[in-house]
């Protein structure tokens, strides 16, 4: 089964989309298929692009996000997807009370995966300037390395 991952942070428009981008970009690197997509828990920018902040985040290491687009999780990302990954413990809460009793995502903290932070959240950079999207993208480039660590043991 190919491994197919989600992102869910609040609006879809930050956190989650850099981290989508920088999955996809390590398991480029590795040769992993996989399939990796972003959403958030509410629905203030569902069609909407990501933050331009995030956008240049992202093209400064070589990735276009321009087309993604955000939207907001639905019941069958519990059963399409085989891991859902919060970007923070709110966002965990509020998965955790709308999954589908039969989900079968695993359901984590993504900062989990990194050793040393685990129970901690990637910081929302939205209300903060580009040095806060910098910051995002360092812990999601981290955490996205672990995960291809993880399905490259599997």
């Known amino acids: ?3 197919a991952i989600l992102f869910v942070c609040l609006g879809n428009i930050c956190r989650s989309p850099l981290a989508e981008a920088a999955l996809r970009a390590e398991a480029e690197k590795a040769g992993l298929d996989i399939i ?3 959403a958030g828990t509410g629905d203030w920018h569902v069609g909407s692009p990501p933050d331009p902040r995030a956008q240049r985040q992202a093209l400064s290491h070589g990735i276009d996000i321009s087309g993604y687009r955000g939207r907001q999780v639905q019941a ?3 059963r399409r997807f085989t891991h859902v990954f919060a970007l923070d413990a709110d966002n965990l809460r509020n998965l955790r009370r709308i999954r589908p ?3 079968t995502a695993q359901l984590r903290l993504l900062m989990d995966m990194v050793p040393g932070r685990e129970g901690s ?3 929302d950079p939205y209300y903060g300037d580009e040095a ?3 910051v995002t993208w360092d812990d999601v480039t981290r955490a ?3 995960i291809i660590m993880l399905l490259q043991a599997d």
């Open 1 to 3: 089964m190919v491994p």
């Open 36 to 38: 990796v997509d972003s």
């Open 76 to 78: 069958q990302d519990f």
């Open 101 to 103: 009793a039969d989900g």
């Open 121 to 123: 959240g990637v910081t």
């Open 132 to 134: 806060g999207f910098a």
């Open 144 to 146: 996205s390395r672990a």
